[in-house]
């Protein structure tokens, strides 16, 4: 289970997060939805550690990431998966190379087992075929899956998308959220994802939470927002530049 | 007008102590790691080849002109009071003591140094450095440390190619161009050279190794975002590691003459 509570973030005086709360249930898929630039991404990197909050906790199954250190935060680190937004492939390496990256660091695996853990992974991306290509040479949506077979290949139990299908065309947009729904049938991770792709990632998702201003201003299932009929989620949701989330 | 002066002097100096601090952090850091856990021997040999194999053509050539071009330089200045038997161990002590540790270094700086800071600094702004980290793989331990190991190795093998390759083409200005006796160049430089003077030559090499990667890791580890980021960050990495060996140079050449 994921909580933040109200968490403070700051940089070079622009206020980030303004007393961010949320909760995460263990296995549950959620979606965090919000305008451009406002911290969607700088939240995750919270959840998972490479950022500090200047104010208040950030629970990850009843341990303060913030407070740990050293081996503790590896420790919990290796429970997490992360999708990067662009990737982040090491470019000095292969696809192959790159989903075995973190067995040939973090296990203590032959090459033949990688291999055989490895190899049914980019089948099961798609990527059988293109396992000998840097990433240099991929496509967008080759690069995602790469960067996806990477994070999952340790089989997290929290894992962490940050806008999966930015970028991508809509069909293979689609197929990133079907990898990720059925990855997530395969291992049950906990799972948030950083999106605008709405409505699509909605049928993914058992719940979605609105960040605005540093906050977050809807929380809830799909049918529980509709059904407060939000106004901002509504304007979110068409697109329109009137309502009451402001252009910024 | 005054007050204002001094804030920004005493800015200066804060923003200058905070760089020196920042330095020392990442170096002790690197070092906790060297000493702390097992070295990835893999990623050492990799950097070897990187930094110190794919260097020796360029340390080679410039090494055999550098020493060519000096014994034309020594032999006409020794001319002047009929020293010319001292070529030899003139070439032989400049290139093993000066030439031979400083200019590898400078050259390997220029090939090496910059794609070192260069490879680091695109991996901090695609978020490949925070990918190690999330990973659980510590950035220090993968990158850096092989890479200070390497230039470490490196930099004394290197150098002493240089001086090799040097004191050789000084024997093909001198003995076969310029017609000092063969056994001359090499007996005279056997009487004058000492053990010293070789250690010297590979103490400066192993402190300039340290001082390259060091600064050149560092600059790439904390660059700056986009592609002008990386610009800045390889120019100031060569740059200072540049004058840092010259500077350095000075003061370990001082203490131990």
Known sequence: ?248 | MFISCIRGLGRSALGVLEMFGSYGMFLLTAFFWLFGSPLKLRRVLEQIIFIGVKSTVIVLLTGAFTGMVFALQVYYALTKFGGEALLGPTVALSLLRELGPVLSALMITGRAGSALASEIGIMRITEQIDALEIMAVNPYRYLVVPNMVAAVVSFPLLGAFFSMIGIWGGYLVGVKLLGVSEGTYFGEMSNFVEMKDITMGIIKSLSFGLIVSWVCCYKGYFTEFGAKGVGKATTQSVVISSVLILIWDYFITSISL
Do not use: W
Not at chain 1, 113 to 130: A, F, Q, T, Y
Not at chain 1, 140 to 151: E, I, V, Y
Not at chain 1, 209 to 234: K, S
């Open chain 1, 1 to 248: 289970m994921i909580t933040i509570r109200d968490a403070y973030k700051s940089f070079n005086g622009n206020q980030v997060l303004k007393g961010l709360s949320l909760e995460i249930r263990e296995g549950e898929m959620f979606a965090l939805i919000g305008r451009s630039g406002l911290g969607k991404s700088v939240l995750l990197k919270h959840i998972i550690g490479l950022m500090r909050p200047d104010k208040g906790e950030i629970f990850v199954d009843d341990q303060n990431i913030c407070s740990l250190r050293g081996t503790q935060l590896v420790a919990i680190r290796q429970k997490f998966g992360y999708l990067f937004q662009e990737g982040a492939l090491f470019d000095s390496m292969t696809v192959f190379e790159n989903v075995a990256f973190p067995l040939r660091e973090k296990t203590a695996m032959k090459e033949s087992e990688i291999r055989e853990r490895v190899s049914p992974e980019l089948e099961h991306m798609g990527l059988k075929n293109d396992a000998h290509k840097y990433p240099a040479e991929l496509s967008g949506g080759m690069r995602k899956r790469t960067s996806l077979a990477r994070a999952m290949i340790m089989q997290p139990s929290i894992m962490l998308f940050d806008e999966p299908t930015t970028g991508l065309d809509p069909i293979i947009g689609q197929s990133i959220l079907n990898y990720i729904q059925l990855c997530h049938r395969r291992l049950g991770f906990t799972g948030i994802i950083v999106t605008h792709d709405v409505p699509r990632v909605f049928s993914i998702v058992q719940k979605i939470a609105m960040m605005d201003d540093g906050r977050i201003i809807i929380n809830g299932t799909y049918d529980e927002i509709i059904g407060q009929g939000n106004p901002a989620f509504q304007q979110f949701l068409s697109g329109s530049i009137e309502g009451p989330l402001h252009y910024v």
